[in-house]
């Protein structure tokens, strides 16, 4: 399984962004479509 920061470094993002999307929040905090996506496939891939 891979960590946050695996996470955050292939997106280019921090661990606090890969964080909010993975844990349901990242509306709330203003994230775009585009960089939830990322994050999301990334985290599959991974």
Known sequence: MASLEDIANEVGVSK???SLV???KARKARISERRIKEITEAADRL
């Open 16 to 18: 606090s962004t890969v």
């Open 22 to 24: 993975l844990n349901g």
